[in-house]
């Protein structure tokens, strides 16, 4: 990950999943591991929710998670109580990544393409260079929060599904069963 991703070096950084590429970073920040998410009309290849126009750019994705009971954020930092998610896009507006803040705070957790999940311990280790032949996801532009009782009623509980799912294969790894 290090060498795709340069300002992770010397970071504490871990791998949380397998490989896998039936979902990507969208999705994973959505709280779903069994779809793509994209502004695509392609189903079911990609999910997009209904009456949000299919379009690559912050105000879209803003758009997309308010479907989820987001809100704008003026702060990456941990609320207690609270869900979020970070957008990174280019200088031009184009969205290339989002990452969705652990749980208890402990750094963010992102899904790079069809790598593994990480979690990295900051959100600025994973910028940088937005070309198309780069892993790097340019800047933060948006951050967006919910509350964890608006997060309840739209699948807070799938994502603590898949982190117990991605333990067991920690364990599993940790004890040579994979």
Known sequence: MESTFPLLAGKKWLLKSPYDDTYQCIAWAAGYNSVHWWPADNPPECYWPEGVPFDDTVECFVQ????????????????????KVAIYATTTGIVRHMARQHFLGLGWLSKPGKLEDMLHPDLECIEGDP???SF??????????????TAARYGLFRCWWANFRFWLFRIKEMLGLT
């Open 136 to 149: 790097e996801y340019g800047t933060v532009t948006q951050i967006l929060e919910r509350s964890w009782w």
């Open 64 to 83: 997309a998670f308010e479907t989820l009971g987001y809100r704008r954020s003026r702060s990456a930092g941990f609320r207690f109580g609270h869900q």
């Open 131 to 133: 070309s198309p032949t």
